[in-house]
């Protein structure tokens, strides 16, 4: 009689739904001490987008009026409209950029792309003068550029520096106490 494996395997794998709701449960549960996201860019995105939809689809409406000597149907109109979401979905994708701080690490979520680094890869954290965005020193003088952190929200930034400081010498110190 083949033994039945426990259900930590199920719950242990992201791809089941029991896994999923693990893994929010771990996240909503505190995994992450810190998590950062850019305020003012995101709302200048969503306000771009939304003109940019905006503008599309008034286009697209009235496309067909006036006589320019192009035959336009109602194709291009749909088309038009399409194209302008689409853009709009583009540009919402600037919105992604993502910081996480936390025992295990730091997870930076730039535009593409989750990178996962543990606290001995991790030399620090800077803000180089002129930059839009902090960067996470790595070791062998590497380094990751951070869009969550943004110069333009200025003392957000300067908050979630201090705090990411704060937290990069407690797990560091655990790690080599």
């Known amino acids: 009689m083949a033994e039945s494996k426990?259900?930590?395997?199920?719950?242990?794998?992201?791809?089941?739904?029991?896994g999923r709701e693990r893994a929010q449960a771990d996240s909503v549960a505190g995994e992450w001490d810190l998590e950062v996201r850019p305020h003012h860019a995101i709302v200048t995105v969503r306000i771009v987008a939304?003109?940019?939809?905006?503008?599309?689809?008034?286009?697209?409406?009235?496309l067909r009026q006036g006589s320019t000597g192009v035959n336009f149907r109602v194709s291009d109109q749909i088309g038009l409209a399409a194209f302008g979401l689409v853009l709009a979905g583009a540009v919402l994708t600037l919105t992604?950029?993502?910081?996480?701080?936390?025992?295990?690490?730091v997870m930076v979520r730039n535009i593409v792309g989750d990178n996962e680094f543990?606290?001995?890869d991790i030399r620090g954290i800077?803000?180089?003068?002129?930059?839009?965005?902090?960067?996470?020193e790595l070791a062998h003088d590497e380094y990751v550029p951070m869009?969550?952190?943004?110069?333009?929200?200025?003392?957000?930034?300067?908050?979630?520096?201090?705090?990411?400081?704060?937290?990069?010498?407690?797990?560091?110190g655990e790690s080599q106490g």
Do not use: C, H, Q
Request: proline content about 5%.
């Open 6 to 18: 426990p259900d930590t395997d199920v719950a242990a794998n992201p791809y089941t739904d029991a």
């Open 50 to 62: 939304a003109v940019l939809a905006a503008i599309f689809v008034f286009g697209g409406i009235v």
């Open 96 to 105: 992604r950029p993502r910081v996480r701080v936390g025992k295990r690490g």
């Open 118 to 120: 543990a606290w001995k």
């Open 126 to 136: 800077s803000f180089p003068d002129k930059k839009s965005w902090a960067r996470l």
């Open 147 to 172: 869009m969550a952190i943004r110069s333009n929200d200025k003392m957000r930034a300067a908050e979630a520096m201090d705090r990411f400081r704060e937290l990069g010498a407690k797990y560091t």
